[in-house]
């Protein structure tokens, strides 16, 4: 993945003076779609992945006369890496005590250029103009990172997991959409149990659409544990969460428990057909990572 090293890469040349390096961050995914800081490559048919993704770092230091630092989340190899990229076309491997450590320092400093929201913004304008392979790869890209630097209790990183999810499930991908809800459903029942019946209930929206038997068991049986715990603590009040929770026991061919509060009859508000997942992706993007970024103000 690295070119030759030229004299950069003596160690004892590094100026303690030096300015910080600009952080760059990139991710190659499994069908060598590459994004490099929220943007999407064009592949040249003369290029491989590699050597596009160095392309582009090279014309980032070039166009700032200094070096750039990049973190690199390749997919192919299942690989995290991190590079130190200069103007005149060389570049090395960084070493972990050669950069701030990770933490909050590293992170402020990684998301300085193109913070989260400014790049699900820009997502969420991909997916209304239909280009969903574009929206996609760049939500794989903010989430894999995202959870790189933050972990994935982070709010970023679950919003970013709820977009990707709605994506994929755009895209007809519903195992895939499923596993992703799931996550941030799981996260929210480990750390706030009082804000996990949504993401429940989009977690079964896309548990729906499955076909694979084994997959309809296996999520399933975690679902129904997610609505009978909700249900215990009280926190299943919403006719269509009951409605929901009342789908996934048929269909796993569990005894149906009675809801005294559900207003409506569960058939005609869950239905035969899957309960379709909200369309429209900015409220999934909008409310975490505006209230992440401007505490104390509601998001418009």
């Not at 239909?130 to 709010?155: I, P």
């Amino acid at each position: 993945m690295t070119r030759p090293l030229s004299s950069h890469s003596d160690g004892g040349l590094q100026a303690v003076s030096t300015p910080p390096a600009a952080r760059l961050d990139v991710y190659m995914a499994e069908d060598g779609s590459t994004v490099v800081n929220g943007y999407l490559l064009a592949m040249p048919s003369d290029r491989t992945s590699s050597e596009a993704m160095l392309d582009a770092l090279v014309m980032f230091a070039r166009s700032l006369q200094a070096p750039v630092i990049a973190t690199v989340i390749d997919r192919v190899v299942q690989q995290v890496s991190r590079l130190r990229v200069y103007p005149d076309g060389m570049s090395r491997p960084l070493a972990d005590d050669e950069d701030l450590p990770p933490g909050p320092e590293r992170t402020a400093a990684e998301e300085h250029v193109f913070p989260p929201l400014a790049r699900a913004e820009r997502i969420v304008q991909h997916a209304r103009r239909k280009e969903l392979h574009t929206a996609f790869v760049l939500s794989s890209a903010l989430r894999e990172h995202l959870t790189l630097r933050r972990g994935v209790e982070d709010e970023f990183s679950l919003e970013a997991h709820a977009l990707e999810a709605y994506l994929a499930y755009l895209r007809g991908d519903y195992a895939l959409s499923t596993s992703l809800a799931l996550t941030v459903a799981r996260v929210r029942c480990s750390t706030s149990l009082h804000r996990a019946a949504p993401e429940v209930a989009r977690a079964t929206a896309t548990w729906q659409r499955l076909t694979d038997d084994g997959q309809v068991a296996v999520r399933g049986k975690e679902l129904l544990h997610m609505w009978e715990r909700l249900s215990e603590e009280g926190l299943l009040s919403e006719p269509s969460h009951q409605a929901m929770a009342q789908v996934v026991r048929r269909r796993l061919g569990t005894k149906v428990r009675p809801q005294p509060d559900l207003s409506t009859d569960p058939d005609s508000a869950a239905g035969r057909e899957p309960v379709a997942v909200r369309d429209e992706p900015r409220a999934s993007t909008r409310g975490a990572l505006w209230r992440v970024t401007h505490p104390g103000r509601s998001a418009r």
